[in-house]
Every structure is written in structure tokens, then in C-alpha cells.
DNA sequence: TTGAAAGCGCTAACAG
DNA sequence: CTGTTAGCGCTTTCAA
């Protein structure tokens, strides 16, 4: 396995009949140099099959642009986000090749990033914890951070998210009646996308003169979801919003078990989107995250703060509505106000994105 | 985002009052050196908070121990197995920082590995396609690689995977009757655990005397399906076996469209495994792999390869039999036979992994 | 048992 | 426009 000897600079530069610094300059595109000379030395290269030793060019001072990605999980054994942090990490990675950074993959776990042994040029945190320990520990080594919402703790950017906050009133403004009453469903450590919601549905409520009203799920098991289904009923709550995706699927498992209709009797959101959303019975209607374009926005916005750009602290995406079975649109109704849509600037780079 | 001048080993060395080898030495481990010394020099490091720049150490030599991580995707957007290969990939992670090494998260996809510049001292890609071109580039750079599944055209080691030749008889012995007519549904590119279940299959067939017929499924839409169990009809088979998790889903709304009866008609099968399984109804029985196994394990044996030390050209896992609703177990029934049960020695390390 | 010196392959100053 | 030189921070001979 041993790699077989490499061609270095300096045999280049002799078969070149060039300086070491002329070879230098002409591969790595430096101003000055006739384009003659320059073609030559590509050739030369290109012969002797060159390839330039990133390590010593990374000693050297600029760094081996290296990048760690780091998930933290929902809770360990909590694999349904899967697919959203899975595309994330993925359009992330694409948008690191392509700029010539390397994305290297971490658990969300401080110990085992003590392991780690190459430097870091950057980190992208997704989905950071309260006071969450690896984001400090970057910060703390100066490696810049950007994360994929931002720590409810300590909500210091640059980060980027969907604006959870105006997709929520969004939704509701679509599907429900001002003066319903509203149960929020929510469940596991507490992401800054949780506080975003409830912040939208409490605008909405406020504006809609709704009642609502937070439940805190500690476990999804049946009978957890029972007991919060008793004080939905006890509050006359007619519309249930689940914080996510599995907690909305529990939930209308809960209520059919019990004999109650979605959406005659309940009108059921969630606030993930997520593909088993359409296989339930009825269909869930939900708000759309944009995991594609949060991770190659992300990697983004971290390169320009680790070439020390300036940036906006924070982006918000604009999200999708989409109404399914269990939330129907609302038919000819006036909103209720339009207070609660802010005019707060939110990013759709959609369109601009794919051309890039 | 300056680093802070970080301090060095000459640091260290004046600091301690020792000359630069021996704080390498004291460091790194090596032989020759008192005890005290030692001490002394750890201590001082930690005062002056030095870390040891792995640039300029891989660039004396020993690389940096960053590994690729390759994914090869069954086919874009199908993005069904992603719990099956993010179970890989983080154990794989687990593994690698533990032993000092770093994972370095690819695209399955040549011209994007093209961009990389930082130096892999390794690889490991998870379930090659036919002739794979990612595995062709890494050899031909000389990056040991170690595949998870074999390439179908190109089956030469090291590589991995679940015993599914062994573990699709085990799993047909304990659900089917000899005699009984079997389809094989498949799916998309042929990887190699494809072909490991079909000869599994044509074993226990010809052992058991079982007629045997393999259906190529183009799309996994209605029409597709229909037309593929228009066919199993067509040839009275009795039992399906589906490729994989999403295939057996489609399979089973398929067949209960068409008012047939699971378990009591048709007999379903998965060669996979998935959370939704347990979902449907009735339930499906399913070949369970090990992606978090099979993680951990590809990244020791690729230690191995990349340490130089020999290692058997592969190792099998053997794999759980999960029975549940759409093929329950046949009662006392003796096996057919006992010439399908190869004596290839399978591996199963899980109760050693669990104490490493 | 320890230290001095010679690089690893490259780039950035500084001369020519 | 091009070449020479001096390191980047570390490990590794080879002497002391």
C-alpha cells in the first residue's frame, strides 16, 4: 500500500527547465507570468503526473480547508429527521467541494471531538442544543461557526434557519378560523425552531383572538399521548399543531384510536414536513423546511466569514405551505390581520441557487 | 477570526528547558525517556495550552489520517435508505476519531472528488454500483479503500457485508413451505447484496424444490407494480420476496388493491429491513441487517489495510431473521434440507464490539 | 539520555 | 519577468 514516490515541485521545475517559484506561480495562477511560460509548466505537470502536496502548502499558512459538520441529534434513537439531516449534510458537502474546502463529519459529541486531531478551518453546527457544548468548544479554538438555527440559549449568529416563525401564522392563516382554539404539541430538548413556532402561533393567536396553549410531551408512547390528548379535550382545543412530523403521526394515531375525526372534529398540523406525512390517513398537512438549500446556504455564509467577509448575522428562508387532509384550506375567509406577517426581510434564493 | 498566535514546540522546549526532540519525544510517546522529564514536559505543554500542529506532522510523513466516506446512492431521490446508511456512516465516524482518524464525507460522483485537494491516507465506500468509477479512481490513486458490499463486476476485496446469501435461506426456511412458488421483485441498479440474496434464493429453490422467478421492477409507480404482480399471478407464485423495504411496501398496498389476501394468498418477504415495516399491515417479515456493525467494522478493517497488517479478503456478517405479519413462521415443519447452509465461517462480533 | 541539524514540499519575500 | 532563499512546525537521523 505504500504510494508510490510522488513527483514533487522541484522535479516540475527541473524537467520545466523553470525555478521552483515559476512553477509555483503557474499552477496556483499567481498575476505575473507570461502565458507561454505558464503553459509549458501545466504540461510539464501534467506529464509527470504532479500533484501539489496539500499538506505542505497548508503549513505554509493558508490552512488545509478543512470543515466540520456536526448534527446533534434529536435524542439519541430518534432517527426520523433523518432525511432532512441527510440533506443537508449532502448539499453542504457538494458546496464545500466545490470551493475547495473538505467537509469532515463529527458527532454532535465534545469527547470525541477532542479526538480529532487535523485543524479545523470552520464548523457547521446544525440544529445546536441549548448552551449546546461543541459550538462552544469551536468557538472557544477560534474555529468559525455557523449554525443551522441557532443556540435558544445563546442566539449569537452567524447562523441561517426557514422562518418557522411567519410560516407557522402562514399556515394557520390558511387553515384555521380565527377564535379556534389552539393546543401546541411539543416535544423533546427544546430547538430554537420550536421557539420560532410558538412565537408565530402566539402572533397569530393574539391577532386571531385565539386560545392557545403548550403541552409537553416527555415520551411518545401511547400512553403519553393519551394524556396529552385528555387535555386537549379538557381545553376544547379544536386545532393541534405537533411540533414535528413523528409527533404529528402519534397524535392522529391517538385521536382516530379514540374515535375522533381529523379534520371534522380536529384540525391536525405539524410543523416539520416529512415523506410519511402523505402515507397517513388522512394526509397531514404541514410546513416545508428547505434542508437543500440550508445546507449549501449554510457552507456559504460560513465561507465568507472564514475569509472574514461581513454578513448579515442571520438569513431566514422563506417556507412552503402544504396542505394536506388533515388541515384543509379554509374556504373564503378574510384573514384575520395582517399584523403578524412581519416585513421582516426573508431570503428565497431558490431560483438563484440552481444557477449558481 | 485570527488564530491566536498559537504556541510551538520551541515553545515548549524553552520553556520546559529540554530541546525540541525530546518534547517530540515526550509527546508522542517514544521509547528513551525518563519518567520525570516526561512529566515535566506534559505539564509545561498544557500550561502554555500547545497543541501539536498535525499539518507539519503529516507533512513529515505520516499523513494526516483523513479517510473518504463515499456513498454510492441506489439511484437519486430515492432516499428510502437513509437511516440504513446514516447508521453506517456514524458509526463509521465513531470509529474512525477513536482511532485518531478523520471521515471525510463524499459524493458518490468522480468529478466532485476531483476537487478535493486535502490527501486521503483511506477510504470506504458503502455499497459500490457495477464497475464503480469512485472505487476505480481511489485505486488508482493508491488510497486503500474498503467497501461495505462488493462491486458486482469487480469483486476483488476488501469489503464487508451482511451474510444475505445465508440469511435470505435461514429467512425462506422458517416462513416457507418446499414446494412453494417464489418471485423475487427487484429494483434499480443491481448491487451486490442483490445478487447474494438471489443465489441465497436459488439454493433454498433448488434444495426445496420451490420454482423460482425473478421479476425486474423498472419504476416503483402503480402501473409498474400492477404489471409485476399481473405477472406473479401469471406464474401462481405464492410467495414475493422484494428486494428491499421500499419495494415490499409498494408490493403489499399492490396486492391488497387487488383484494389479495397477506398472509393467507401471498406470503411477502423483504431482504431488507426498515421502520416502516412495522408500520404496514399486516407487519413484513424482513432480513434485518447491521449498518451500525457493519459501519464499525469496515473502518477497522480499512485500519488494517491502511497499517498494512493482512486481513481476510472479506468477512460476512450473519444476519437476524424479523418475522412478523406478512409471512408468520410455518410450524414444525423440518427444514428441507441442510445443503444450503453454507459452512463459510460468518462473523458475528456484536457482543465483542459492544465492549470495545 | 539528550541535543543539533537536516529536511518534508511548498510559498512568500526579496533580489536579480 | 524569473530565480534564490528562508522558513512553516514537526520528526528523525546522527552525534555528543
Known amino acids: 500500500m505504500k504510494r508510490a514516490k510522488k513527483s514533487t515541485i522541484r522535479d516540475v521545475a527541473a524537467a520545466a527547465g523553470v525555478s521552483l517559484t515559476t512553477v509555483s506561480d503557474a499552477l496556483s495562477g499567481k498575476g505575473r507570468l507570461p502565458e507561454a511560460t505558464r503553459k509549458k509548466v501545466h504540461e510539464v505537470a501534467a506529464k509527470l503526473n504532479y500533484r501539489p502536496n496539500a499538506i505542505a502548502r497548508g503549513l505554509r499558512g493558508q490552512g488545509l480547508g478543512l470543515i466540520g459538520i456536526s448534527i446533534a441529534p434529536a435524542k439519541s434513537g430518534a432517527i426520523s429527521d433523518v432525511w432532512f439531516w441527510a440533506s443537508i449534510a449532502m448539499h453542504a458537502t457538494d458546496a464545500m467541494l466545490s470551493e475547495g474546502f473538505a467537509p469532515i463529519l463529527l458527532p454532535h459529541d465534545v469527547s470525541s471531538l477532542q479526538k480529532l486531531r487535523v485543524p479545523l ?35 449569537r449568529g452567524p447562523w441561517i434557519d426557514d422562518d418557522n416563525e411567519k410560516g407557522i401564522a402562514e399556515l394557520l392563516s390558511k387553515t384555521v378560523t380565527p377564535g379556534e382554539r389552539i393546543a401546541f404539541v411539543t416535544f ?13 402561533l402566539n402572533a397569530w393567536a393574539g391577532v386571531a383572538g385565539s386560545d392557545l396553549h403548550e403541552l409537553h410531551c416527555a415520551e411518545l408512547d401511547d400512553a403519553s399521548v393519551d394524556a396529552i390528548l385528555q387535555k386537549v379535550r379538557a381545553r376544547r382545543s379544536n386545532v393541534v399543531v405537533a411540533q414535528n412530523d413523528r409527533v404529528a403521526v402519534k397524535i392522529l394515531a391517538g385521536l382516530k384510536a379514540t374515535g375522533v375525526r381529523v379534520p371534522e372534529d380536529i384540525r391536525l398540523l405539524s410543523a416539520t414536513d416529512a415523506p410519511e406525512l402523505q402515507n ?31 454578513t448579515a448575522d442571520h438569513q431566514l428562508l422563506l417556507m412552503d405551505i402544504v396542505l394536506r387532509g388533515s388541515a384543509p384550506p379554509v374556504r373564503s375567509r378574510p384573514e384575520p390581520a ?19
Not at 423533546?188 to 408565530?200: C, E
Not at 394526509?283 to 440550508?294: C, E, F, K, M, V
Not at 445546507?295 to 472564514?306: K, Q, S, T
Open 188 to 200: 423533546g430538548p427544546r430547538k430554537s425552531y420550536v421557539i420560532d413556532v410558538l412565537r408565530g
Open 280 to 310: 397517513s390517513d388522512p394526509t397531514i398537512s404541514a410546513l416545508r423546511q428547505h434542508p437543500d438549500l440550508l445546507g449549501e446556504l449554510a457552507a456559504r455564509l460560513l465561507f465568507d466569514v472564514i475569509r472574514g467577509v461581513r
Open 338 to 356: 395582517g399584523a403578524f406577517l412581519r416585513t421582516e426581510v426573508a431570503v428565497r434564493k431558490k431560483a438563484k441557487m440552481a444557477s449558481t
Open 121 to 155: 478551518d470552520g464548523a457547521l453546527v446544525v440544529d445546536p442544543l441549548e448552551d449546546d457544548p461543541v459550538l462552544a468548544l469551536f468557538r472557544s479554538r477560534n474555529v468559525s461557526a455557523v449554525t443551522i438555527g441557532y443556540d435558544p440559549k445563546n442566539p
